[in-house]
């Protein structure tokens, strides 16, 4: 028997192949669009740091409201990252190369739904990315302003772009990007139970992040998955760091051959920057 066939027949890692990963990735993201449409309702744009702080105060059940939001769209992100890792296990299905880039296209889509999220926060944290971000965008050559003013221009228009792309275009090119796979699929709630009660019970008990102004810090840091880039930032520059890194393994992704060998092989510089990635975001953790 081949090694790939025995490896397949561990019960853990048989259970991780079968396990509904897509359906409960779009759960967590009906978790997530649910509870943000109740912040949505008493967010200002205008004074983030303000509003986002007195939600708890001012809506009712606003801790629970917001550690929902924020609990399911990490859980979104992470189940989003698991579904596509059991996709390239199973090598199931053949995509043609529109097809498979469109569906490879939810990844990004996501992660910047995530990422504006800590951004419209307005606490150090979302300070912190939201400072970095412009700095990453004004480094790509020739359209840099253009890109900056399009996605945050912080300076002059505050989080309105932000939110913009937020609440509307992201879920929109999110959505536009996973229609063909989502018309094949179907999510019941009735299969995903306890994910939907860990995610209740744990917003009940655990409150959202929410980060005072830190002043005299020398160093802060941005979300948990921006923290191997602003490390790499330190040692590169913004434009290299900063876009052509993170742009790498995406592009890998979206080359992925269907060969064996080749294949093979893409996966694996994959999996290495991703080892690198995640040595990068420890040695940032130590100067927090």
Partial sequence: MPWTKRFDTIAPLQWLKSYLWGGATLISLFLSVLSGVVIALQYDPA???????????IAPYGSFWRALHY???????????????????????????GDWIRLCSTLPCGLLLLFTGYVLRGDATGEAAGAIAEHICLSIPLIGNQINEL???????GMRKVYVHHVIGLVVLGGIAAWPHLRRYTARWRNHLLLVSATLAL?????????????????????????????????????????IAPLLPLAL??????????????????????LAYAGLTVLCLQRI
Avoid at 72 to 90: D, E, M, P, R
Avoid at 216 to 235: K, S, V
């Fill in 203 to 243: 917003s009940v008990l655990m409150p959202a992040p929410m980060e005072p102004n830190r002043f005299g810090l020398l160093f802060i840091a941005g979300p948990w998955f921006f923290l191997g880039l602003q490390e790499l930032l330190r040692y590169w520059p913004a434009f290299i760091a900063g876009v």
């Fill in 71 to 97: 609990l399911s769209s990490q859980a979104f992100f992470l189940l989003l990252l698991a579904h596509l890792a059991v996709v390239l296990w199973k090598n199931e299905t053949r995509y043609n190369r």
């Fill in 151 to 157: 996605f945050f221009d912080l300076a002059d228009s």
């Fill in 47 to 57: 004074e983030p740091w303000y509003s986002t702080s007195t939600i708890e105060l």
């Fill in 253 to 274: 992704l979206f080359w992925l051959p269907h060969s064996p060998r080749p294949r093979a092989l893409v996966l694996g510089l994959i999996g290495l920057w991703l």
